[in-house]
């Protein structure tokens, strides 16, 4: 996760012609710990995703998204719907995948544990 945040904010920093020292001013760090988050050495930009959005006019859920997907403030509310959906669609499947995985799991542990019994 701390790779993909770092990829977006370096972007997003780069995109608004800003140094790395002009954001750390603004979340009020280091250079050097800016640095870092923007490496993907530090899980810090936790502490300072509503800094972060607010600097580069995002919502804070759009940091954590893997695609391309971004939510537009300046579209209508049916189109934000519609994105919302399709990224719920997209964990909701992810999570029944985990839970085949998990289950999988569950009953080889079992086999291996009747083994022992």
Known sequence: MN?????????????????????ADYLNISQSTYARIENGESNSWVSYIDSISKLFDLQPEELLMQDNVTISHNKG???????????????IAQYEENLKLKEGIIVDLKKRLSKYE
């Open 77 to 91: 509310k049916s189109t934000n719907a519609y994105i919302i959906n399709q990224l719920s669609e997209k964990l």
């Open 3 to 23: 790779a993909l945040v770092a990829k977006k904010i370096k972007g997003l920093r780069k995109q608004k012609s800003l140094s790395q020292e002009q954001v």
